[in-house]
């Protein structure tokens, strides 16, 4: 192992290790050693306890992902204004009947069975492999592109209830992609998936592209019309690698008006993307229930 002189250092360092001695009384090189010293025992203290029992470890990870996650529901504007978005009081809106339970597993040292952890997963739309193991990301969010009907369709939930979101992403590698949100509001659940590989909203996609999406427009007029459909904007470059970063409301939150689904319900070509072919078909099917807005 090569040494390393002191003189090896940039200049500004050494004047400062230099300047740190003399104020502590200590040569050029006691300092150093002093200074190594503290850093090694730092580092000593940042490792795990290496008689940790498996469920130790993991506890001291789920109290880890669960701070995580409640920090970014704060920081992506989940908690309406007004409303406490402090440990004690996410007790309550997941039902605890105290808030001892959960912040004993913020801080690594409690139990989270298995009935506090779907309250979790279903209040915050968290992923669940994401908060049991720390494996995928903390948002599970699909390609729905080839199976979208069961994304869209579930007899079992009153359609009224249910809102749909349907984000078109502009700019970047990921121009044109749909951001699918759906949103029980009573229940105040939240799923997302994306459709991007099979069509897209933009021009070029070619006749295959196209064929896609008129089949995905046809779907939701005759498949859909119960449900509410909310078209958006949403322009931000980068955002292919950091779509399941966020709680689908911070998405909600941050689009804009758009008026592309109703063009494409009446055959029209909102920006240019479908060059080249006509939709008189789709214009002509009926399609009841809420409009799109």
């Not at 090694?40 to 992902?65: C, F, M, N, Y």
């Not at 969010?141 to 994304?151: A, E, T």
């Not at 897209?200 to 005759?222: C, D, Q, Y």
Request: glycine content about 8%; some cysteine.
């Amino acid at each position: 192992m090569s040494r390393i002189s002191i003189r090896d250092l940039p200049e500004p360092i050494h004047q400062l290790i230099s300047t740190s001695a003399e104020r502590n009384h200590r040569s050029v090189e006691g300092e150093i050693r002093h200074a190594l010293v503290l850093y090694a025992t730092s580092l000593d203290k940042q490792k795990p306890d290496v008689h940790e029992t498996s469920a130790q470890i993991w506890q001291r990870g789920v109290g880890q992902r669960l701070n995580e996650l409640f920090q970014r529901l704060r920081s992506d504007d989940f908690f309406p204004y007004g409303v406490n978005d402090d440990a004690p009081h996410i007790a309550s809106y997941i039902n605890e009947s105290s808030p001892l339970a959960l912040l004993d597993c913020l801080d690594g040292r409690g139990e989270m069975n298995f009935d506090m952890f779907d309250r979790i997963v279903q209040w915050s739309s968290c992923s669940s492999t994401w908060l049991l193991s720390g494996k995928g990301s903390m948002f599970l969010v699909p390609d729905i592109g080839s199976s979208y009907s069961r994304f869209f369709v579930n007899d079992s939930e009153k359609a009224e209830d249910i809102n749909f979101y349907l984000i078109r992403v502009g700019g970047g590698r990921a121009d044109g992609l749909i951001l699918c949100i759906k949103h029980d509001t009573v229940k105040n659940v939240y799923s997302s998936g994306y459709m991007y590989s099979n069509f897209h909203l933009r021009s070029g996609m070619g006749a295959t592209g196209s064929g896609n999406l008129k089949e995905f427009i046809r779907f939701l007029k005759i498949n859909c019309s119960k449900y509410r459909l909310i078209d958006r904007n949403f322009q931000e470059a980068g955002l292919e690698g950091e779509i399941d970063l966020h709680h689908p409301v911070w998405y909600v939150r941050r689009a804009t008006q758009a008026s592309w689904l109703m063009s494409l319900f009446r055959g029209e070509d909102p920006d240019d993307w479908l060059k080249g072919y006509i939709w008189d078909d789709v214009a002509q099917l009926p399609f009841g229930g809420h409009p799109a807005e």
